[in-house]
């Protein structure tokens, strides 16, 4: 006996112990086959006394046929299913009318049922047929599993038929403990160990009364199911339940499903409401049915699944402030000739630079604003809205604050310098001097340039005055002009240094002198001057002989609020303001704003 039979006794003798000690099986009920079942395929031996024709008419009636023995296999299930017992049993096999035995082919011209003499195997008694024997003979296994031809119309004790399940088959079921199931498969066998069992197969359990059957299931595979809808006591198989089972207060079980599924119509298995409308967006399920939605712009058609366009600019009056044009889902506004779109807005072209954040000066370009600069400025690399001074010689006059004086600003590549009388100047850097180059070095005003660039070393030149920022950019600093000093590289040469320090002393000598200057004024301003107030309680107006002048001449940066007295001192070009007021701010025509002692 090969490993597959060994493996087919050891499913036909369960998990109890050793064959040698365990009592042989029950002969089954009279009519009842017994029977094996082996991946898509089960046999079955019926013990009724037939002819062949009655045989091949009983196996066909089950949906199989005779059986073929071509394998050691098929030959290891037949000792199984003949227990031992007695009798010869017909086969498959046969020598049909006209042909005659020949000892040289591979089944001596017998035939399968189907036609043909394809076999790895053979089990005749004795020599086999004698040569001479013609057909038509057929062949019966005997009690030893040896192949005996005989009359096709002579009678045997039994016949084996084979069934053919393709689709697969249903597992046992997966019982509690110590729960008995009765199996009947669709031939009639009742045999309840079988490690397969075919479709159609049906399954008792009086314990738990269920009455089940192997039945196809939606994902092409096999499983149990019963023929009433609903589900079934959840201890066997979980009800049946394609998700979960659960029990009412009276002990009723019933299946539930996932969220956005439902129960389908035999109460056990789950459906999508969703997958059967088919809508052309979106779908929301509700209890067993669905609900076709739309996205936005979009309205659900008459049919109830598809989507139509909604005409934003029909449906929608004055979206646009000139054209609207539908478009699919949504709208586009657009403007006349000789406007420009912008944030939502259609704006003439050629007022496009009021919403510029140019700091001089803007020109409108192709429909869109570029910033540009004054003689003298270039837009800022980092910044094209903003404008950086320009020098081009070799030294330029300190761009400082009109109102103190004292903070002083150069381009970018120039160094802040003081002449002993005073006079502040932009002064270029050498930046060759200062070895910014390994080789031939060039030095231009505010920049350098090396005649064969360093590794790591950039060659540096101020921005041209052609330079335009341009409206396309997306302009978010607010940085100044740059605060030119010494340059960051080291080796500085030493009148460097002595005008550097030179300037850092001048500087605060300078400064110590404005300081006591304006401490002087203030303390002569307090002694000397009579105020002319107002009295705002008694409605008399403060007087127009310089009061509201000098306010006029202050420049259009001022606001005032809740004025009582002012001063106003023209001398040295500076104004003294001395008040008492809530909010009091200015800034001169420059630009520059005024500190004021308020």
């Keep these: ?261 439902a129960v389908g119509p035999d109460g056990r298995g789950c459906f999508s409401p969703c997958a059967e409308l088919q809508c052309e967006h979106l779908c929301q399920p509700q209890g067993d049915r669905g609900l076709c939605l739309c996205e936005e712009g979009y309205q659900l058609d008459a049919d109830g699944r598809s989507c139509a366009d909604i005409d934003d600019c029909t449906a929608k009056p004055g979206l646009c402030s000139q054209e609207c044009v539908n478009t699919a889902g949504g709208f586009r506004c657009q403007c006349f000739a000789g406007y420009t779109l912008v944030e939502g807005s259609c704006i003439k072209t050629e007022h ?66 003081e002449y002993d009388e005073g006079q502040k100047v932009c002064t270029d850097i050498d930046e060759c001097e200062e070895g910014y180059c390994d080789g031939a070095c060039s030095n231009l005003f505010g920049g350098y340039q090396c005649a064969t660039p360093s590794p790591g070393l950039v060659d540096s030149a101020p921005p041209g005055p052609e330079e335009e920022g341009s409206g396309d950019l997306l302009l978010t600093s607010t940085a100044g002009p740059v605060l030119t000093s010494v340059p960051p590289r080291g080796g500085r040469s030493p009148g460097t240094l002595v005008a550097i320090i030179v300037s850092t002393v001048l500087s605060f000598v300078a400064l110590v002198a404005v300081v006591c200057c304006l401490l002087k004024r203030v303390r002569a301003a307090k002694t000397r001057t009579d105020y002319k107030c107002q009295q705002l309680e008694t409605g008399v107006g403060m007087e127009q002989s310089g009061g509201e002048r000098g306010v006029a001449e202050m420049g259009h940066g001022m606001q005032r609020s809740h004025v009582h007295c002012i001063l106003l001192d023209y001398r040295r070009q500076q104004m003294l303001i001395f008040c008492s007021l809530e909010t009091f701010s200015a800034t001169d025509q420059t630009g520059w704003p005024l500190k004021l002692p308020c």
């Design 1 to 261: 006996m090969g490993p597959l039979g060994l493996l087919l006794l050891a499913v036909a003798a369960g998990a109890g112990p050793p064959p040698s000690t365990s009592p042989p099986p029950p002969p089954p009920p009279p009519g009842a086959p017994s029977a094996q079942c082996l991946d898509s395929r089960c046999f079955g031996l019926f013990w009724a006394a037939r002819s062949f024709a009655a045989a091949g008419g009983g196996c066909r009636g089950g949906g199989g046929r005779l059986m073929w023995a071509r394998s050691t296999v098929a030959a290891e299930a037949i000792e199984l299913l003949r227990r031992g017992r007695a009798g010869g049993v017909w086969l498959g096999l046969r020598l049909p009318e006209g042909r005659c035995v020949a000892a040289g082919r591979a089944l001596r011209g017998f035939q399968w049922e189907a036609g043909d003499e394809r076999s790895d195997y053979q089990a005749w008694a004795g020599a086999g047929p004698a040569e001479g024997t013609c057909g038509p003979r057929c062949v019966v296994v005997s009690a030893e599993l040896r192949w005996e031809e005989r009359a096709c119309d002579a009678e045997a004790a039994g016949f084996l038929c084979e069934y053919s399940y393709p689709g697969g088959m249903c597992a046992p079921l997966a019982l509690p403990p110590g729960t008995p199931a009765a199996y009947t498969t669709p031939f009639g066998a009742g045999d309840s160990d079988l490690p397969a069992f075919p479709p159609g197969t049906r399954a008792q359990v009086p314990s738990l009364d269920a009455s089940l059957e192997c039945r196809p299931r939606t994902n092409g595979s096999w499983g149990w199911g019963a023929a009433a809808p609903g589900a079934w006591r959840c201890q066997l198989e979980g009800g049946g339940c394609e998700w979960r089972c659960q029990e009412d207060g009276r002990g009723r079980p019933f299946c539930t499903c996932p969220e956005g599924t």
């Design 352 to 417: 496009l630079c009021f919403r510029a954040p140019c700091e001089q000066d803007c020109l409108v370009v192709n429909g869109t604003w570029r910033c540009t600069c004054f003689e003298g400025f270039a837009p800022d690399p980092k910044a094209p809205h903003r404008c950086l001074r320009l020098c081009g010689q070799a030294e330029c006059p300190a761009h400082c604050d009109p109102h103190t004086g004292d903070t002083c600003y150069c381009p970018e590549g120039y160094i802040l310098q």
